[in-house]
């Protein structure tokens, strides 16, 4: 059981890797659309959903690997402490406000632009519910 839990492990750790490329590459990404020229912002506004279809997947990874680990390493979400539920919750909250980036961005492709304005800022509170699950998950796990 202790190889597959290190292997689940460094998966968790890889989909943690990907989730927080996207907003990193995002941020960059938007600097250079800004300073783009207009035919370059239509090919550069193509590379966010792709880099956005690599978050999905590590929020996934991290997702099944996290709840494999719960059991198989620690006995059940009872074996954590109070940490770990608001850790969950910042988690449930990244899930929640990562399915609606992805509603957002289909109102966009169809030229909704209040929908395309809001996505930056929905970006950023995605962002922010990932540092707190990490920051809560070290202080779980420490």
Same mark, same amino acid.
């Given at each position: 059981?202790?190889?597959?839990?290190?292997?689940?492990? +460094?998966?968790?750790?890889?989909?943690?890797?990907?989730?927080?490329? $996207?907003?990193?590459?995002?941020?960059?990404? =938007?600097?250079?659309?800004?300073?783009?020229?207009?035919?370059?912002?239509?090919?550069?506004?193509?590379?966010?959903?792709? +880099?956005?279809? +690599?978050? @999905?997947?590590?929020?996934? %990874?991290?997702?099944?690997?996290? %709840?494999?680990? $719960?059991?198989?390493?620690? &006995? &059940?979400?009872? /074996? %954590?402490?109070?940490?770990? =539920?608001?850790?969950?919750? #910042?988690?449930?909250?990244?899930? &929640?406000?990562?399915?609606?980036?992805?509603?957002?961005?289909?109102?966009?492709?169809?030229? @909704?632009?209040? /929908? /395309?304005?809001?996505?930056?800022?929905?970006?950023?509170?995605?962002?922010? #519910? #990932?540092?707190? #699950?990490? $920051?809560?998950?070290?202080?779980?796990? @420490?």
């Amino acid at each position: 059981m202790y190889e597959l839990n290190q292997v689940l492990l +460094i998966l968790h750790l890889l989909g943690l890797a990907m989730g927080f490329a $996207v907003p990193l590459s995002n941020f960059a990404l =938007q600097g250079l659309i800004l300073k783009a020229a207009p035919q370059e912002r239509e090919v550069l506004a193509r590379v966010s959903p792709a +880099i956005s279809r +690599i978050g @999905d997947l590590g929020l996934v %990874l991290l997702w099944v690997t996290g %709840l494999v680990l $719960v059991f198989t390493k620690w &006995g &059940g979400f009872g /074996a %954590l402490p109070w940490q770990f =539920q608001a850790k969950m919750a #910042a988690v449930v909250l990244l899930t &929640g406000l990562v399915g609606y980036i992805h509603t957002l961005m289909r109102r966009a492709r169809t030229g @909704d632009t209040a /929908a /395309a304005a809001r996505i930056p800022v929905v970006g950023r509170l995605a962002s922010l #519910a #990932a540092v707190a #699950a990490v $920051v809560l998950a070290v202080l779980t796990f @420490d």
